[in-house]
């Protein structure tokens, strides 16, 4: 399994250069074409949702994704921010559970934070007869 990892600061001008490698990194990993426009969307929401959650908090950590290329294409965000009570109350969340069918929103083990993973399916080529 590859994956692309991306580290940046908490802004909402750098969430549009995550959609762009996360969409890209779904392509070669076979997300179907019909699913790209849920993924960039996706990927926008959780990136968007990481910054607004340090920014609340005035934390100037960077947020983390990882894009993973393998049965399945995983997307995962990790936020640091110490905002319990918003973990639960969150809106961009909530959107999320809307257009993502495999989505997880967990707090960070050890350590303030969340974690979401997101997952689509993917479509492999076949190798056979090559």
Known sequence: MATVRL?????????RTARLV?????RRAGVPD?????????????????????????LRDVVSVAFSDGDRYVVQVWDHADDEEQITVDVSASLLQAIVKDLQVRPLEGGPGTE?????????ASRLGR
Do not use: S
């Not at 580290?7 to 969430?15: D, R, Y």
């Not at 996360?22 to 779904?26: D, L, N, Q």
């Open 7 to 15: 580290e940046f600061t908490p802004e909402p001008a750098h969430v």
């Open 22 to 26: 996360g969409v890209a990194v779904a």
């Open 116 to 124: 979401v993973q997101m997952a689509w399916p993917v479509r492999r």
């Open 34 to 58: 019909d699913q790209l426009d849920e993924v960039r969307l996706a990927i926008g929401e959780a990136c968007a949702r990481a910054v607004a959650r340090h920014q609340r908090v005035g």
